[in-house]
């Protein structure tokens, strides 16, 4: 329904069908008056061709140098609704017990435990449609994946995806965050875990980086060894071949 970030669950009309208020999984009521305008029934298809492509970006207010688009793109509005309900099947699945059996696309994914269902569900969005999806998730999933960070960050693979979601959840939702009084010890933990990992990264980089480096040298080096040699062969060379030609007398 429109006008709500995720599904839409309750639906109540007024007497006389003049109003209808709508509360959706986004925890927002929405209240709807009738009008005199024509309805027109279309496809999905018809919907999304609403949508912009992500050609013309806007720097986005409280924000400074962060550009997006200036209406939803098709994309980050399909990767958005993926992590609601990723988080909403996570919820669930957690609160109805460990013997209980996984979400059925949970299971799709390949997923055992809520925090890989979150991974995974993140890995599949684009790199690109990231960040906007991430601005259109309602603040309460967004406290959701806060929660799953620190157990994802412990794991140590995918830490710069992880470490670049944390750090643009906090940078959107940083006041609300910080006065939720239960989720100050997983922001902690968040911080502590995500500057290990990235001194980790940053160790294996710079390690790389050294070994490529000598190893251009040692190429370097072999190759103008070889090149020497080839000098001082041709040059050996050329006296032999001198010497080979006829000698031509006059008498």
């Known amino acids: 329904m429109m006008g709500h970030a995720s599904g839409c669950s309750v639906l109540a009309v007024g007497p006389g069908g003049l109003y209808a208020?709508?509360?959706?999984?986004?925890?927002?009521?929405?209240?709807?008056?009738?009008?005199?305008?024509?309805?027109?029934?279309?496809?999905?298809?018809?919907?999304?061709?609403?949508?912009?492509?992500?050609?013309?970006?806007?720097?986005?207010?409280?924000?400074?140098?962060?550009?997006?688009?200036?209406?939803?793109?098709?994309?980050?509005?399909?990767?958005?609704?993926?992590?609601?309900?990723?988080?909403?099947?996570?919820?669930?699945?957690?609160?109805?017990?460990?013997?209980?059996?996984?979400?059925?696309?949970?299971?799709?994914?390949?997923?055992?435990?809520?925090?890989?269902?979150l991974l995974e569900t993140v890995r599949r969005i684009r790199s690109s449609e990231l960040e906007e999806a991430l601005l259109l998730l309602p603040f309460g999933a967004a406290c959701e994946v806060v929660r799953r960070l620190p157990a994802l960050l412990e794991r140590g693979a995918h830490a710069e995806l992880l470490c670049r979601l944390a750090l643009f959840l906090l940078r959107v939702h940083r006041a609300p965050l910080a006065h939720a009084r239960d989720l100050r010890k997983h922001l902690i933990q968040i911080q502590a875990k995500a500057t290990l990992r990235l001194a980790e990264l940053r160790d294996m980089v710079g390690f790389n980086v050294h070994a490529l480096q000598w190893l251009q040298r040692d190429a370097e080096a072999a190759h103008g060894e070889q090149l020497f040699r080839e000098a001082a062969r041709a040059r050996r060379v050329r006296p032999r071949r001198a010497l080979k030609r006829p000698i031509v007398t006059v008498t």
């Open 21 to 117: 208020v709508s509360c959706g999984a986004d925890g927002a009521l929405r209240l709807f008056a009738r009008s005199d305008e024509p309805l027109v029934l279309g496809d999905q298809d018809d919907a999304d061709e609403g949508l912009a492509t992500g050609e013309q970006h806007a720097p986005v207010p409280g924000l400074p140098g962060l550009n997006m688009p200036t209406k939803k793109t098709i994309g980050a509005e399909k990767a958005a609704d993926a992590l609601a309900e990723c988080v909403s099947l996570c919820a669930a699945h957690a609160a109805a017990g460990r013997g209980a059996p996984p979400p059925a696309l949970m299971v799709a994914y390949g997923c055992d435990t809520p925090e890989d269902f």
